[in-house]
């Protein structure tokens, strides 16, 4: 591949995050969560868990603990998170994202190494590239059980961009949650949004927002005409309609 001639600062990556850019996996974290509060008769709003994604687990239920001033004891949500775990693992399955084969493709054809950068266990990862056939085309996985800090920490994509070995500025991320953007931004990495569960104006810490796969390949072919595929990623900011923004 290109990537394998170039000099080492010139070489680029794109690290992808998993729910919400690859699968439509966030369905499975929300009814794991709704049936393990439900136990306890609790409920939250859809969106509460939107904006938290890429979080630990941990840090997810200590967050709906606070916002609905739920008091549960620390020992009480501990035991949430265990459960909230058991029975995501019962109902995971894959649901990729329309275009999500073709745009990890295009990005290999390029010679661009890839990552997925994920806050979900990594054999959830592992799962979902074996279904889109990608497995062996991932240069790195880093998941949950990877980093001591989950997003908006930069820890996971920097470890992404160590293994990829690339600098930040040549490492692109693709990112569909607030966090997750952030997490980027913190590591210095040029980055996408994808608003797939969330309104674009909520991406905001994004360098550009696309608002489908087919667009991110699209502009992946536009941008290798101007670049060359090479060196720090061409990115301008555009602007999108919320009307008309979401993947799945």
Same mark, same amino acid.
């Given at each position: 591949?290109? !990537?394998?001639t170039?000099p080492?600062?010139?070489q680029?990556?794109i690290a992808? /995050?998993?729910?919400g850019?690859?699968? /439509? @996996?966030?369905?499975? !974290?929300?009814?794991a969560?709704?049936?393990a509060?439900?136990? =306890? $008769?609790?409920?939250?709003? /859809?969106?509460?868990?939107?904006?938290?994604?890429?979080?630990s &687990?941990?840090?997810i239920?200590?967050?709906l603990?606070?916002?609905? +001033?739920?008091?549960l004891?620390s $020992?009480?949500?501990?035991?949430l998170?265990?459960?909230k775990?058991?029975?995501?693992?019962e109902?995971f399955?894959?649901?990729?994202?329309n275009?999500?084969?073709?745009?990890?493709n295009? %990005?290999?054809s390029? @010679?661009?190494?890839v %990552?997925?950068?994920t +806050?979900?266990?990594?054999?959830?990862?592992?799962? %979902?590239?074996?279904?889109?056939g *990608?497995?062996?085309?991932?240069?790195? =996985?880093?998941?949950?059980?990877?980093?001591?800090?989950s997003?908006?920490?930069? %820890?996971?994509?920097?470890?992404?961009q &160590?293994?990829?070995?690339?600098?930040?500025?040549?490492?692109?991320?693709?990112?569909?949650?607030p966090?997750g953007?952030?997490a980027?931004?913190?590591? @210095?990495m040029?980055?996408? +949004?994808?608003? &797939?569960?969330?309104?674009?104006k $909520?991406?905001?810490?994004?360098?550009?927002?696309v608002?489908?796969?087919a667009?991110?390949?699209? #502009?992946?072919?536009?941008? !290798?005409? *101007? $670049?060359?595929?090479?060196g720090? #990623?061409?990115?301008?900011?555009?602007?999108? /309609?919320?009307a008309?923004s @979401?993947?799945?």
């Amino acid at each position: 591949m290109t !990537h394998l001639t170039l000099p080492a600062d010139q070489q680029r990556a794109i690290a992808l /995050d998993l729910d919400g850019v690859l699968i /439509d @996996g966030m369905r499975f !974290h929300i009814a794991a969560w709704r049936s393990a509060l439900a136990d =306890i $008769s609790l409920n939250f709003d /859809d969106n509460s868990i939107y904006e938290l994604e890429g979080s630990s &687990t941990q840090t997810i239920i200590d967050r709906l603990n606070e916002l609905y +001033g739920w008091s549960l004891p620390s $020992s009480e949500r501990q035991r949430l998170v265990a459960v909230k775990r058991e029975r995501y693992a019962e109902m995971f399955t894959v649901l990729p994202i329309n275009g999500a084969s073709d745009c990890v493709n295009r %990005a290999l054809s390029y @010679g661009y190494r890839v %990552a997925v950068v994920t +806050g979900a266990p990594r054999r959830s990862a592992y799962q %979902a590239l074996d279904e889109l056939g *990608l497995r062996e085309s991932v240069t790195t =996985i880093v998941g949950a059980e990877d980093c001591v800090e989950s997003k908006p920490s930069p %820890a996971p994509y920097r470890r992404a961009q &160590t293994e990829l070995g690339v600098r930040a500025r040549c490492c692109l991320v693709v990112e569909n949650a607030p966090l997750g953007l952030e997490a980027a931004k913190f590591a @210095g990495m040029p980055c996408l +949004g994808l608003p &797939t569960y969330l309104p674009a104006k $909520s991406l905001n810490r994004a360098d550009r927002v696309v608002r489908t796969l087919a667009e991110l390949s699209a #502009w992946l072919a536009s941008e !290798h005409r *101007l $670049s060359g595929g090479v060196g720090e #990623w061409l990115i301008e900011p555009s602007v999108v /309609d919320d009307a008309v923004s @979401g993947t799945v």
